[in-house]
């Protein structure tokens, strides 16, 4: 029986599509989505996997099927047709990917407006102060006691200053140190943040917790409670809000469950908003190279219900009251005290550590 | 007579053997274009090798979720090395050896326009390489990863990171060299009758990757000096301690960066234009589409390099523009894939290593295409960005098409290069192995960088152990399958059967003229008695194959020789009579 080639197209047609579909939602891929923000951003996943699919098919499909049934027969040393090009199917396959590219943008842009990356909108707050308007060639003309000294606010220092109010995050960042970016006038936002999703806009987030990145840990500060932690504990269903920056080199807060990802920069203040939705413990990875010890600056990183954040949070201001947390600032510490968390962490007996010194005598 | 014939005739290649090169001359300083292409592929070969056996080293390490095998900062060196060396050392050079070697044959030219400048930029790569190689044995390799970036990078070692800058430095300024040499000889020495539509593919894609090395590794240069006076000199360009900018050396790294994966695919997109037809034996489906599209490549390549620091510190509005050209780069890179499938398709393969490898790169580049288009998505890009998502799909679009594109170059012009044959029961070995090996290596790390696995680190969550168990042993493959590949080329260099000048029956001038060509490559100037890619013509009548959508009357709605697309011979010349209006 002799089938035609347009039922066979057809036919791989709806198989490639069928395919990709199935593909597209059955991939396994990615980790369990614990916020609101992380199952819109699946959601896009699942559909630029679905395209991939079935452009991978096609793609594979062509040159396989090619190396098979046009390979050159034994003792044929003709050449094979002469066909140069034709601009029809060209413009064809120039309009659909562009297409395809332009819906998966569109579509991107919806998600990254809904997990809130254009809130605040920076464009329009952020005012364009006198001196930015000042063209160039005006200085000429004034001299200085005319310039008028520089008002505009300086959003990082705004919100360094803010943090720094509570002791406890104050203890553990060197804001002192480093001085905090300028933002430029106009759209020159320079501290990126993933604000409140729009339907949330407006409101303050129900918690507030400092991050503050250091080599090679994270230290946590709840400015309500004044806690200081080496593990971030959030309750479930409650928008939290991570504001952090960088005591030394950049690190990257990431929590994969979260499909969140923000780079904690030195001088610089990102702030990222979520609301968790599925409780469990999750990792929470350094996700930026910040020297040797890297791959292990990554800590707990927990969703629970309401009750059990209520009593983490009274063990956590026990301990605070009880042991007076001294300093965090690991040059002041002895090299046992600094090791000994991460020790616990290794799960070294501590007589292991006695064994090898005795060794090196 | 065949094309290939008809060419050959108009293009009769000397007899006699004659200059034949002694092996001092290839240690030498010499200004001939082919010694210096054979100086850049060799030296770039040693590199890719060393450049290997730290790959092997990272991926050693990460068989197990501990560090067992080295320290801490010795791995960090390893993937730092690793890296720098496969993108300075092998890879960007490695284009520049072909083009070297091929751009004055293929245009009909003696030599390079500057053959001086020529051995200066490629004597400027072994002491730049010797030095970044012996800072392993001053004992502090450079470590903060091939970025480099501030802070991180003034607070690792010193040394380390100053031998690292000027590496890269002289590196970047041969590169430079290279591409006016290459800009300069596409532009004044072809042959009288070739114009820009009818030089081979290969010849567009160099214009198009020395546009963007000119525009760009300035850049770079510029930010490795202020970065460099950060770190000897105590200034603050970038130090955020003293005020400066880290992010600004973000920028302006990657508006270097990122233009330079183009600088490493697109020399290899031309070769892959080339040898796809030759081996097809059928013309190259739509010539100005692919020529134009490595124009676009070249064009939108220098405005998406923000896309690389999507989690760092720019706003949202410049995040959801960065996101649009990099997906905008996706259609003329379709519009090559499609043409090259489109060549394939319906042709009579000659399914050696050469072909092999060039289809075995339009599969496994097509991969770290599609992911390309996926990191480009904004929200999803915040996930995997700095993730094995990202090694990933890096080495697909590196391995899986730069490499698997330079050993395609190395099988197709191996005969011209060295006058022998491969073998070519060891090239399939080889090719088998590779793509079994690249697959093995890199496509499990797909799946760990989505569910949390970061990059460049030497411990990690248990739960990824038998994935990157999987991994390490693909590397190991890839490691052995490099064996067949050098005992081929060294016994088939001398030993192999002699090849002749046109084993492949191709039509591109570097075939017109003896292998290895001639001391100043042709005897009499050539000339185009058929368009570099008329594979077919004279069977025109044989066979009809139906072209979807085409009107043979129309010149823009042609599949045939009368295409609007197609690459015309010169028509003082041309060996069909209808050619020769």
Redesign the interface.
């Known amino acids: 029986m002799n089938i035609p080639s347009s039922i066979w197209t057809l036919i791989v047609g709806i198989a490639v599509t069928i395919i990709s579909l199935w593909y597209g939602q059955n991939h396994g891929l990615l980790p369990t989505a614990a916020s609101d923000e992380a199952e819109l951003v699946d959601g896009l996943f699942n559909a630029m996997l679905t395209i991939s699919t079935g452009l991978f098919l096609i793609v594979e499909g062509a040159l396989i099927y090619s190396a098979v049934r046009f390979r050159r027969r034994p003792g044929d040393d003709s050449d094979g047709p002469p066909i140069f090009g034709n601009i029809p199917l060209e413009i064809l396959w120039t309009a659909i990917p562009a297409i395809l590219v332009i819906g998966i943008a569109i579509y991107s842009f919806d998600v990254y407006n809904s997990i809130g990356g254009f809130n605040p909108h920076g464009v329009h707050e952020a005012p364009i102060g006198e001196q930015a308007v000042r063209m160039p060639g005006a200085a000429i003309a004034a001299t200085l006691s005319d310039t008028p000294p520089n008002t505009d606010s300086n959003l990082n220092q705004q919100k360094s200053d803010a943090a720094m109010q509570d002791p406890a995050t104050a203890k553990v960042r060197n804001a002192d140190q480093i001085p905090q970016r300028q933002n430029a006038p106009g759209v020159g936002v320079v501290s990126p943040s993933i604000g409140a999703s729009p339907d949330q806009e407006g409101t303050s987030p129900a918690l507030t917790i400092n991050v503050t990145g250091l080599q090679y840990a994270w230290i946590f500060t709840y400015p309500d409670t004044g806690i200081t932690s080496g593990e971030l504990h959030v309750p479930v269903g409650r928008e939290v809000q991570i504001s952090m920056t960088a005591n030394d080199v950049i690190h990257a807060f990431w929590v994969p469950e979260l499909r969140l990802k923000q780079d904690a920069i030195p001088g610089r203040q990102s702030e990222i908003r979520f609301t968790p939705r599925t409780v469990g413990e999750y990792k929470l990875i350094c996700a930026e190279l910040c020297g040797p010890y890297h791959g292990a600056m990554n800590t707990q990183f927990v969703i629970e219900t309401p009750e059990a954040f209520e009593q983490w949070q009274q063990e956590q201001i026990a301990n605070t009251d009880s042991q007076q947390l001294v300093a965090v600032n690991s040059a002041d510490l002895s090299p046992a005290e600094f090791l000994a968390p991460y020790i616990s962490d290794l799960e070294i007996q501590p007589e292991m550590l006695h064994q090898i010194h005795h060794t090196h005598h | 007579m ?2 290939a014939q008809l060419q050959e005739s108009a293009n009769p290649a000397q007899s006699e053997e004659h200059g034949v090169r002694k092996w001092r001359d290839y240690f030498s300083f010499n200004t001939d274009h082919k010694v210096i292409g054979i100086q850049y592929l060799v030296t770039t070969f040693i590199f890719y090798c060393i450049g290997g056996v730290l790959a092997d080293l990272v991926r050693t390490e990460l068989r197990t979720p501990e ?1 067992d095998f080295v ?3 010795v ?2 060196s390893l993937f730092t090395l690793h890296a720098t060396i496969m993108i300075f050392l092998w890879i960007v050079p490695a284009g520049a050896g072909f083009a070297n070697y091929l751009i004055p044959l293929m245009i009909g030219a003696k030599d390079m326009a500057f053959p001086r400048l020529n051995a200066v930029a490629f004597w400027m790569i072994p002491p730049a390489g010797l030095l970044l190689i012996s800072s392993l044995l001053v004992g502090d390799a450079p ?3 091939w ?1 480099s ?1 501030p ?2 990078s003034l ?2 070692g010193q040394v380390g990171e100053a031998i690292w800058i000027m590496s890269v430095l002289l590196l970047g300024t041969s590169s430079i060299l290279g591409a006016i040499n290459f800009l300069v000889t596409i532009w004044k020495m072809r042959i009288p009758g070739m114009t820009v539509y009818q030089m081979p593919l290969f010849c567009w894609a160099m214009i198009a990757t020395s546009a963007i090395t000119l525009l760009s590794t300035p850049v770079l240069a510029g930010a490795l000096v202020l970065l460099g006076f950060d770190l000897l000199a105590g200034t603050t360009f970038f130090n ?4 400066g ?3 600004v050396y973000q920028h302006m790294f990657w508006f270097y960066s990122h233009p330079a994966v183009y600088i490493m695919i697109l020399p290899f997109f031309g070769l892959i234009s080339e040898i796809l037809p030759v081996h ?10 692919i020529a134009y599209s490595s124009l676009a490549i070249s064009f939108l390549g220098l405005i998406v390099w923000a896309h690389h620091m999507f ?7 410049l ?2 523009f960065f ?2 050209t990099t ?2 780069i ?2 003329p890179t ?2 090559k ?3 090259w ?2 060549t ?8 050696n290593s050469a072909m092999l490898f060039a ?1 075995g790169f ?2 496994t580049f ?2 770290g295409g ?2 390309g ?2 990191l480009a ?4 890009d ?2 995997v ?3 094995y998502f990202v090694v990933a799909h890096l080495h697909y679009v590196l391995f899986g098409g730069s490499v698997l594109g330079i050993f395609a170059g190395y099988y197709h012009w191996f005969p011209k290069i060295t006058g022998r044959m491969l073998n070519e029961f060891w090239g399939k070995v080889h090719f088998a192995l590779t793509i079994v090996g690249l697959n093995l290596t890199f496509l499990p790390m ?2 760990l960088g ?3 696995m ?1 990059r ?6 248990p739960k990824f152990e038998t994935i990157n168990f999987i991994c390490t042993m693909g590397s190991y493959l890839l490691a052995v399958s490099t064996f067949p590949f050098i005992i081929n080329a060294i016994w088939s260099w001398m030993y192999g059967s002699k090849a002749g000048n046109n084993p492949w029956q191709a039509l591109t001038l570097e075939w017109m003229t003896t292998s290895p060509p001639a001391i100043e490559n042709f005897d009499k100037l050539p000339v185009l008695a058929t368009g570099p ?8 009548d ?4 139906e ?4 009107d043979e009357r129309e010149p ?6 009368n ?4 690459a015309d011979p010169d028509p003082k010349f041309a060996a069909n009579p209808e050619d020769r209006k």
Not at chain 2, 240 to 243: D, I, L, M, S, V
Not at chain 2, 456 to 461: H, L, M, S
Not at chain 2, 547 to 550: F, H, K, T
């Open positions: 065949t094309q560090t320290s801490p900062e791995y960090n470590d903060a990863g970025t970036y802070p991180l607070v690792t955020p301690t003293g005020g900018d880290p992010i097809a034996r059928k013309p190259v489906f739509g010539y100005q589409a989690t760092s510190g720019i706003p949202g509005w995040r959801m996101m649009i997906m905008i996706a259609v379709g519009i894939v499609f043409s499938v489109a394939v398709w319906g042709g009579k393969l000659r399914l289809m339009v599969g097509v991969i599609i992911s288009v996926m998505a904004v929200p999803f915040i996930h960005h700095d993730t797909h799946k989505m569910m949390g970061n460049r680190i030497a411990v990690y969550d890619y008329d594979y077919g013509m004279s069977n025109a044989d066979e009809e194959v072209v979807p959508l085409s823009a709605l042609a599949a045939g020789p295409s609007a697309l197609r």
